[in-house]
């Protein structure tokens, strides 16, 4: 049954970091990037963290780095399990923090976005979709909240 887990959970990954590559080749700003993907690796490292995410954040890293990069084969695996590492425990060591899930996102964002760390407008393309990224998770928790 984990079997089978592990492989819908893969498929579902990969497909949603497709349609990241997707959506941002369509938008096609070099000063913003939208990242579902990133919200997915949040997500799961910070509300639902489980030693079952490892091997579909492998795979859809593996299958990242075969299909849409340029990069040596594991980079976006390692890649995507620090982000998932770090925000995780960024989230459970300063709990006792206001602003908790702010530090985590940013640096777990930071992360993920390495590899464009060497371009020239990275503070501005950082800031802009760390605000967009965030506000887009803000609204996605705020729509799981169950207010009756």
């Known amino acids: 049954m984990t079997f089978f887990r592990n492989i819908f ?3 579902y990954f990969v497909i949603i970091l497709c ?8 938008i096609g700003l070099d000063w913003i990037v939208i990242s579902p993907f990133f919200l997915l690796i949040y997500f799961v490292s ?7 995410n490892i091997i579909p954040l492998v795979i859809s890293g593996l299958s990242y780095d075969v299909f849409l990069s340029e990069n040596y084969l594991g980079v976006y695996s390692i890649l995507f399990l620090l982000v998932a590492i770090i925000s995780n ?12 899930e702010v530090i985590s996102f940013t ?5 993920y976005n390495t ?3 060497s371009e020239a407008n990275f ?8 605000l967009i990224n965030y506000l887009i ?3 996605y928790q705020r729509t799981l909240g169950t207010r009756v």
């Open 137 to 139: 998770y803000f609204l």
């Open 9 to 11: 959970r893969s498929i």
């Open 107 to 111: 640096f777990g964002f930071l992360i």
């Open 123 to 130: 503070i501005s393309f950082f800031i802009s979709s760390l």
């Open 46 to 52: 910070t509300k639902r963290f489980d030693n079952q």
């Open 19 to 26: 349609f990241e590559t997707l959506i941002n080749f369509l």
């Open 115 to 117: 590899i464009n760390l």
């Open 89 to 100: 425990y960024i989230q459970k060591r300063f709990q006792s923090t206001n602003y908790q």
